[in-house]
């Protein structure tokens, strides 16, 4: 099963379940990670933190697991904000009313987003982060 977003002519893919609805689930979920690192809003990293944030970020602590329904959405706005500051991790946690470790700890849960925001510092002369 591949799913694709014309717009932008992301893909999602999914084949290792007998299910087709389980496939078509897990496709989506792919198509919706794989948006979240290819599409970036200028505004929304202008603007954030969204409600959707501040429910899943309470007391600066970012609650979510990569499995739920909101993550590729919280994904694609931690990156909006990373890259509307420049791979600065300081101030896109002030931003997101989150710590820099919290930060950090979430961007983990998907690995091509570390590796994303590390071409970002890399781009911008910053350290790699390990």
Not at 81 to 86: I, S, T
């Given at each position: ?29 792919r ?49 909006d ?6 791979a ?8 997101l ?34």
């Open positions: 099963m591949v799913l694709t977003h014309r717009p932008t002519n992301v893909t999602g893919q999914a084949s290792e379940r007998r299910s087709q609805i389980e496939n078509q689930q897990k496709a989506l979920k198509l919706r990670v794989n948006l979240a690192l290819e599409v970036r809003s200028a505004e929304q990293g202008e603007f954030a933190p969204s409600e959707l944030w501040r429910q899943r970020c309470p007391q600066t602590r970012i609650i979510i697991n990569p499995d739920h329904a909101d993550f590729a959405a919280l994904l694609a706005e931690a990156l904000v990373l890259a509307y500051r420049h600065q991790f300081t101030h896109s946690a002030e931003q009313a989150c710590t820099s470790s919290q930060l950090r700890k979430f961007l983990r849960l998907e690995p091509r987003a570390w590796q994303l925001v590390n071409q970002w510092r890399k781009q911008y002369g910053l350290p790699v982060l390990e």
